[in-house]
């Protein structure tokens, strides 16, 4: 969630929450907007920082927010928000925002990561624009606090928290589907398994997540999910719905 700011100096994240009124229960990092340019984790909420003028938001991100995503769309950010076309700044910055593209739609590759970690200081050093060192700056700093959430989306293309738009699955709930057949009619793909009366299961091989198994269903047992996915039985079972 983003929260207007208006405050530079020496603070502390614990401080600006109160200020905006929030609360730093289940967060487990902040962003602070360019010009400050910095992501804090939890574990330095209560450690004093510099907030730079014209700081104008802070992003909070909860347990179930991927930090993968969350440095692809602040790059993408601090693209959009400058007119220089050096080329550490515009050209490295693309390549950063294509990548951390690429690891948030199952495409990325172990070799990414030290292309980044290659490329991010060179950034940071020689960008012309503050916006393009801040991305190096940025990247370099993710990279470090958030390893164990980025990393695997390019070693293993999984994302751990089930942030990622392209990383959530769907699935059949056996405690509400009645085996009505609507959903096999509506998907395309051959990727649902069942037949009447039986409790219909998703082939997550074949699932493209084209979303029409979930529009067509009238019981609301199919649904998206995360990290955490439901128990599912590998083959259709006999409806338990009276």
Avoid at 18 to 40: I, M, R
Avoid at 160 to 186: I, M, N, Q, W
């Amino acid at each position: 969630m983003d929260y207007a700011i208006n405050q530079a100096g020496n603070t502390t994240v614990s401080a600006l929450l109160d200020a905006v009124g929030a609360s730093a229960e289940g967060l487990k990092a902040v962003w602070l907007s360019y010009p400050t340019a910095a992501f804090v984790p939890a574990a330095q909420f209560a450690d004093e920082l510099e907030v730079a003028e014209g700081t104008e938001c802070l992003r909070t991100y909860g347990e179930g927010d991927c930090m993968a995503d969350a440095l692809y769309k602040v790059i993408g950010e601090l693209r959009m928000a400058t007119e220089c076309t050096c080329t550490f700044g515009h050209e490295g910055g693309y390549q950063l925002h294509t990548i951390m593209g690429d690891a948030c739609t199952k495409k990325g590759k172990p070799s990414d990561i030290a292309l980044m970690r290659d490329l991010a200081p060179v950034m940071e050093k020689q960008a012309i624009c503050g916006e393009g060192r801040a991305i190096g700056r940025v990247t370099i700093q993710a990279l470090d606090l958030f390893a164990a959430e980025i990393e695997p989306h390019f070693a293993k293309r999984q994302c751990p928290t089930g942030g990622c738009e392209a990383f959530k699955t769907y699935h059949v709930l056996v405690s509400k589907c009645t085996g009505c057949g609507k959903c096999l009619k509506a998907c395309d793909d051959g990727a649902i398994l069942g037949k009447p009366k039986f409790v219909h299961v998703i082939n997550q091989k074949k699932c493209t997540q084209c979303n029409q198994c979930l529009e067509a269903c009238p019981e609301g047992a199919i649904v998206r999910a995360g990290a955490k996915k439901p128990k599912t039985p590998p083959k259709p079972i006999p409806v338990r719905r009276k």
